[in-house]
């Protein structure tokens, strides 16, 4: 039985903020520690009870003066663009045409994608995030890919291949049989598997017939406990396109809702020029709205408004949407969404921000069970924050004298360098993630 105890300041959420001075809201301990055994949490608090409580054979990892918080969580990104971020000049449908569905052909090979899901869990890692939910490609292969660079890193992961099976090039097509065929083997095969969840992935209404989100539909009635992803509502041209798609609709949230895929597991990325209407069919679906800043500023999309979505009761998350993200890094998303809220005229505490990364996310999917606090029993999955990780950022922190400000100097301020360390299921990982990625470029340069 391997026991560690993992020390330093623990911050974890109860509840959502209700305001910058919401103490009730989390539990912050200021010598407190983590104590993990075989990949869960058995309790967090102090570190002198969990010490004794730890025994005489526990492995203590000291990482005062850092912070302890549960692993960033990121509910939206696509990992067949990990190299495709940073892709310059277009609006969303440009871009697709002219970067995005070239790299995502790379994908029908197999020794490609599983390079790539290599260093796309280690990017992660990197950044402090222990679970995210990513589109693949249309190709089976890279959903294999995907899954089995989670499972070796044990990570828990959600993911599934997209459908999608027009306005596309052919390479990247699949028929709406083809796309449910392939759906069904991939759940079949990957869905429950260890820490896997799959992640039925209609790409959006405008690749995707009516035949092919009947199709979804299908997938979604038989197997209610996979999550369902597609995009909504992020750019003016891309609406006029799917409606006229679907004159039938009443507005494009209405395409989704015709084919049943409005439910409490549905992830639809952006959801930025949506009327009420349109919100409030989200809320009484509890489908979750997905708040993608920096990919939103990225291609000029548009500005999330939270305070509808909260007016109305609607659910919403963050994410960093890679590659039209331009972050692997939920701090500097949560750093955008700050700004992108200002200029809607919306506060975000930081104290709220860190509660969206972690329990919010873990709530929005559904998981607060088992991820995105450290409760008793919780999965393992824990970042390390050290709020001075840049030589600006330690002169900053010098004049800081409170958790909320020390909290808002690493969301404005921070990124991979803040992330001392991440472990998933009680085992450190982005140390051994630089080792591994170092041992590569070494033999890359002995080739
Ligand atoms: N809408 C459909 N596909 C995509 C995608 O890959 N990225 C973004 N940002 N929006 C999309
Ligand atoms: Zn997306």
């Known amino acids: 039985m391997n026991t560690l105890l993992i020390r330093g300041r623990v911050l974890t959420f109860l509840a959502e903020p209700q305001g910058i001075d919401d103490a009730a809201s989390y539990r912050y301990i200021e010598d407190g520690a983590v104590l993990v055994r075989d990949g869960k949490v058995v309790a967090s608090g102090d570190y002198a009870d969990l010490q004794t409580k730890a025994g005489a054979d526990a492995e203590t990892a000291d990482h005062r003066p850092h912070l302890i918080l549960p692993g960033f969580i990121d509910t939206h990104l696509h990992f067949p663009q990990t190299q495709a971020i940073a892709s310059y000049g277009a609006q969303l449908l440009e871009w697709l045409n002219t970067y995005i569905f070239v790299e995502e052909q790379k994908f029908a090979h197999a020794a490609h994608a599983a390079a790539v899901a290599e260093r796309f869990m280690d990017e992660l890692i990197s950044n402090g995030t222990t679970t995210a939910v990513a589109y693949c490609s249309v190709h089976p292969t890279s959903v294999d890919a995907y899954f089995a660079a989670a499972e070796t890193r044990g990570m828990r992961m959600i993911g599934g291949k997209v459908m999608m099976d027009r306005n596309a090039p052919d390479a990247l097509t699949?028929?709406?049989?083809?796309?449910?065929?392939?759906?069904?083997?991939?759940?079949?095969?990957?869905?429950?598997?260890?820490?896997?969840?799959?992640?039925?992935?209609?790409?959006?209404?405008?690749?995707?017939?009516?035949?092919?989100?009947?199709?979804?539909?299908?997938?979604?009635?038989?197997?209610?406990?996979?999550?369902?992803?597609?995009?909504?509502?992020?750019?003016?041209?891309?609406?006029a396109f799917a409606t006229s798609l679907y004159p039938e609709a009443k507005n494009y949230t209405d395409i989704y809702a015709r084919y049943g895929l409005l439910n409490d597991r549905m992830l639809l990325g952006h959801c930025i020029h949506l009327s009420d209407r349109e919100i409030s069919v989200l809320a009484e679906t509890g489908s979750v709205g997905v708040f993608c800043p920096t990919s939103n500023l990225f291609l000029g999309s548009g500005l999330f408004d939270r305070d509808r979505f909260d007016a109305a009761g609607a659910r919403w998350s963050v994410a960093t949407d890679v590659g039209a993200g331009t972050s692997f890094s939920m701090l500097e998303t949560m750093d955008e969404a700050y700004k992108v809220l200002h200029l809607r005229g919306q506060k975000l505490t930081p104290f709220n921000s860190f509660y969206r990364m972690t329990l919010g996310n873990a709530r929005a999917l559904k998981l607060e069970d088992r991820i995105g606090s450290l409760h008793d029993g919780a999965d393992a999955d824990i970042v390390v924050l050290d709020s001075s990780g840049k030589s600006a950022m330690e002169y900053r922190m010098r004049t800081a004298t409170t958790l909320a400000e020390e909290l808002f100097i690493l969301q404005t301020m921070g990124d991979d360098r803040c992330i001392a360390e991440t472990y998933v299921a009680g085992k450190p990982m982005k140390t051994k993630a630089a080792k591994r990625q170092a041992a590569a470029s070494r033999l890359l340069e002995t080739v």
């Open 174 to 239: 699949d028929t709406p049989q083809q796309g449910y065929d392939e759906t069904k083997r991939l759940i079949e095969k990957w869905h429950g598997r260890g820490r896997a969840h799959y992640a039925i992935s209609p790409r959006f209404a405008i690749t995707s017939t009516p035949e092919q989100m009947a199709m979804a539909q299908a997938l979604v009635a038989e197997h209610p406990d996979c999550y369902v992803q597609t995009h909504l509502s992020e750019n003016r041209d891309e609406i």
